[in-house]
């Protein structure tokens, strides 16, 4: 009986960890966007480990506890919805080469929008679809969408790094061909 008792009090600990924790990301990514940073020709490894985190979670929540279609179905929209908002996203976000020539990516108050956005959306989606399918309200960060958090996380960073990534590719070709263009002129 005590490990039972203990057992659940790990279980209503989790949400409020689960809600920090996700704050604190969210913190933390909405400074990195609008730092002027590097862009890194792999932007794999934080969406990779997100992923498989969050894919851990969401398939553990998913043997061991009550799920419905509406939950499902709100998750998967969800999914949808990251990758879709992460294309403006990242198409808004400046690239340029730095003062030492290095190429950078610095998000803006767009930036910031979007992503507000992407929250909004996704606290909706969490609550209204269920609801579409006459579910009862659903239970937020303490349900399969806290489950599937950092998957959600890492699809909307791994399309943005992406695209980030291919426009930066982008701006080193085009800087490759002006070189080869100006030799061709001295030559």
């Known amino acids: ?27 933390f990514l909405l400074y990195r966007q609008t730092r002027e940073r590097p862009v890194s020709r792999s932007t794999v490894t934080v969406p990779v480990v997100l992923g498989a985190v969050g894919i851990y979670q ?24 990251a990758a879709a908002i992460a294309v403006p996203r ?12 290095v190429v950078v990516s610095r998000g803006g108050p767009a930036t910031i929008a979007l992503w507000v956005v992407a929250i909004v959306a996704h606290a909706a989606i969490s609550l209204g679809v269920p609801m579409a399918f006459g579910e009862p309200m659903a239970r ?15 699809i909307t960073i791994g399309v943005q790094g992406a695209i980030i990534s291919a426009r930066a590719a982008g701006v080193r070709r085009s800087d490759a061909a002006d070189a080869v263009v100006a030799s061709q002129r001295i030559g």
């Open 90 to 101: 990242a198409h808004q976000v400046k690239i340029y080469r730095d003062a030492a020539g």
């Open 58 to 81: 969401t398939v553990d929540y998913l043997q061991n506890h009550h799920h419905t279609v509406g939950d499902i179905v709100a998750v998967l929209v969800g999914f949808v919805v």
């Open 1 to 27: 009986m005590a490990a039972a008792a203990s057992t659940s009090k790990l279980k209503s600990m989790n949400t409020p960890l689960i809600v920090i924790l996700v704050v604190v990301a969210i913190v």
């Open 140 to 154: 937020g960060l303490s349900g399969l969408d806290g489950a599937s958090i950092l998957v959600y996380l890492a």
